[in-house]
């Protein structure tokens, strides 16, 4: 029998790409059900802040943040890049459940090769472009659209999010197991034990 696990990422978030590999291992050697879900981090109003001492300082660890994800990346030979803006990723995040919703196969693709261009700093998230990656994926462009055009895709984001959010995740990558509710969060919560060894 296998485990049902959720798999919380945001796009925005270079660990979100970092974890990609593990969780597709931990998927593959230990019989793991992975859905990988939308989970939407309000960078925007931790941007703004209000002035306080705890959002300048959450501000001051941008650098630091992106370097960290650089030295992991760096390991396995990945590109990361910080990013010029702050994006608004719910239409990456409707094409990632559609494509998730297509097959595992589509979600590959189109998880790998929106990870991969927008980390190297080739991909904008815009509206023609995710439709793009859609085409490319093998998930239908009709579904994409419609889902856009009518704001569903949009009101499943906030809906996955929401719910999340009253079962704990605040961060991502989280994984949730789903038949007990514990969280693991963090891209090393997936990596292999190595006796003697630090990850």
């Known amino acids: ?7 919380y990422v945001d796009y925005r978030s270079p ?4 974890v990609k590999e593990d969780a597709y291992a931990l998927a ?4 793991v059900e992975l859905a990988w ?3 939407t981090i309000d960078l925007e109003r931790r941007v703004r802040g209000n002035g306080r001492a705890t959002d300048r300082a959450g501000l001051a660890q941008g650098p630091l943040f992106y370097m ?7 390991r396995r030979n990945l590109i990361i890049r910080g990013t010029r803006k702050i994006y608004y990723p719910t239409i990456a995040h409707v094409g990632m459940f559609l494509a998730f919703r297509t097959s595992d196969t589509v979600f590959r693709r189109y ?8 980390w ?12 793009q990656l859609v085409l490319e994926a093998g998930a239908e462009v009709s579904a994409f659209d419609e889902s856009i055009a009518s704001g569903e895709g949009a009101r499943q984001c906030r809906a996955i999010a929401a719910d999340a959010e009253q079962r704990g995740v ?12 514990e969280l693991f969060w963090g891209t090393d919560r997936v990596w292999p034990d190595r006796a003697g060894e630090n990850p």
Do not use: W
């Not at 190297?120 to 439709?131: A, M, N, P, Q």
């Open 1 to 7: 029998m296998s485990a049902k696990v959720a798999l």
């Open 111 to 118: 998880h790998d090769a929106f990870c991969e261009r927008f």
């Open 28 to 31: 593959r050697d230990f019989n």
């Open 170 to 181: 605040f961060g991502v990558p989280t994984f949730l197991l789903q038949e007990t509710g």
């Open 120 to 131: 190297r700093g080739e991909l904008e998230i815009d509206t023609e472009t995710i439709r």
């Open 15 to 18: 660990f979100s790409y970092l």
């Open 68 to 74: 960290d994800a650089r030295r992991m990346g760096a």
């Open 37 to 39: 879900l939308p989970f």
